[in-house]
């Protein structure tokens, strides 16, 4: 499976130096188009004879990218490449252009390039967007993950850009065996929605968990690892009935899953009578359980959903 190329609107949208915009490029006028092609022509001959200018190249390359132009964007990056060094930006559009011309493919030298340019700026936009579509086309959908957490976190929820990468996180969260819904709530609840939630705790489509880390495992996780806490049918089928995800240094939390987190509608917390929750550590943020995770674990039966339940992450998966 090869991921869209084009995610954010466009890639270009990262960089706030295109000297062409997005609206130009694609302008329904021919004057406009002809007015965007003249310019850049304009800028290539002026580049032929001062061809050490590596800014013009750098925005030579961006401009032929917005029109589309990959082939020839991607030689005159290659020489802004040449002038600049091992810069992160120029090495990510270059990855992002040779890509353009290979069907969206970052196999190979874009690869390598993002991976020079992410050891250098470990938390650039550009950078984490292109190396979850790379981690993702290798099949690597826990780093997939990884990268596009980090990147949301630069867009606030209601931005179109967190929109567009929550929905890369549920593929890549579905490839994971994990439902979308888990991808959401990475969020701690606020005091108001908690106290709203602990009010319908006693129905049967809802159960409250509170969830401590062990004295054992104290100064042995790491407060970024991830925390799984899913419901599961006690006896039958075992997927979960309802999913939430967080990290270990929101613990000690209470969390409420409920009938809305279910993967199938049909298997909802309030459709099995004897129910288990799960509190999970997991430094890769895979969703299949590993030798030597820690983990804590809870039984409930029949209608006895009131009052918080507590798990303690004391034992580890053998």
Do not use: C
Request: glycine share 6%.
């Amino acid at each position: 499976m090869i991921w869209p190329a084009v995610i954010i609107g466009d890639p270009r949208a990262f960089d706030s130096n295109v000297a062409i915009t997005q609206t130009q490029a694609t302008a329904n006028t021919s004057d406009k188009a002809a007015a965007v092609n003249a310019m850049v022509e304009k800028l290539a001959q002026r580049l032929e004879k001062e061809p050490n200018d590596a800014k013009g190249w750098l925005m030579l390359g961006h401009s032929y990218k917005v029109l589309q132009r990959f082939q020839e964007a991607v030689a005159a990056l290659r020489k802004a490449h040449a002038l600049l060094g091992d810069q992160a930006d120029v090495m990510l559009q270059l990855a992002d252009g040779i890509a353009m011309t290979n069907g969206g493919s970052l196999k190979g030298e874009p690869t390598t390039l993002i991976t020079k340019a992410m050891a250098l700026e470990p938390d650039n936009e550009m950078g984490l967007w292109l190396s979850g579509i790379a981690k993702a086309e290798e099949g690597n959908f826990v780093e997939a993950v990884d990268n596009w957490t980090k990147l949301q976190q630069h867009y606030k929820p209601e931005e179109k850009a967190y929109q567009e990468v929550q929905q890369l996180l549920d593929q890549a969260n579905a490839r994971l065996g994990m439902p979308a819904t888990a991808a959401k709530q990475d969020q701690k609840p606020t005091a108001a929605a908690e106290s709203g939630q602990q009010k319908d705790v006693k129905a049967l489509g809802s159960v409250s968990i509170k969830v401590e880390l062990g004295d054992a495992f104290k100064g042995k996780v790491n407060a970024d690892d991830y925390v799984f806490i899913y419901a599961q049918a006690l006896t039958g089928p075992k997927a979960p009935l309802a999913v939430v995800k967080h990290q270990v240094k929101d613990l000690p939390i209470e969390v409420v899953l409920d009938d809305s987190m279910a993967m199938i509608p049909s298997m909802t917390v309030s459709s099995v009578e004897n129910i288990k929750v799960t509190a999970r550590i997991s430094a890769t943020g895979t969703a299949t359980p590993q030798p030597g995770e820690a983990y804590g674990v809870v039984e409930i039966k029949g209608a006895d959903r009131s009052g918080v339940k507590l798990i303690v992450i004391a034992d580890t998966i053998k």
